[in-house]
């Protein structure tokens, strides 16, 4: 009975989230970024390829500072214009070790556990409930051109923690 419910509050969340990713009105795909507290960006966050989950943030707040984690495929490959061309079915997930609030949208800083890469994500809320996510380069190798990926934000039992 646990794993049926499981199951259905995930997909649950796979339709919320490819709904989200297809049907924002044009206005709203093209919003800037705008002014935002750090409790906005609170709770978990999806973004969907074809169906599946494949990048997940989720923060939480402690006083007035932001910490969490990132979950994302481990191979994600780009198309020419930037798009997600193609993702992974393994993730590796990780801790924030910097997370910081500018005018230009929250900072997210994370250390491969693997190989010890870190990577730099850019998060703007766009909407409530939605987001624009882009990695930016911060060292050599650079990182190749991307779109910003759209990601809902979802309740805490939508997403099944990482093992």
């Given at each position: 009975m646990r794993r049926l419910v499981s199951v259905a509050v995930t997909a649950i969340a796979l339709c919320?989230?490819?709904?989200?990713?297809?049907?924002?009105?044009?206005?709203?795909?093209?919003?800037?970024?705008r002014k935002s507290l750090?409790?906005?960006?609170?709770?978990?966050?999806?973004?969907?390829?074809?169906?599946?989950?494949?990048?997940?943030?989720?923060l939480a707040q402690s006083s007035d500072q932001l910490a969490g984690t990132l979950q994302r495929a481990q191979d994600v490959q780009f198309n020419g214009p930037g798009d997600v061309e193609s993702v992974s079915g393994e993730k590796w997930s990780g801790s924030f070790e910097s997370v910081q609030l500018d005018g230009n949208g929250l900072w997210l800083t994370v250390k491969d556990p693997a190989t010890g890469e870190t990577d730099r994500y850019l998060m703007r809320l766009t909407h409530d409930s939605v987001a624009e996510v882009q990695m930016v380069a911060s060292e050599p190798p650079a990182v190749p051109t991307t779109k910003p990926w759209k990601m809902l934000k979802v309740g805490p039992t939508a997403i099944t923690p990482a093992r």
């Open positions: 919320v989230g490819v709904w989200a990713q297809t049907s924002m009105s044009p206005a709203l795909q093209n919003a800037p970024a750090p409790e906005e960006y609170a709770g978990s966050w999806i973004a969907v390829f074809q169906g599946r989950t494949w990048l997940v943030i989720r």
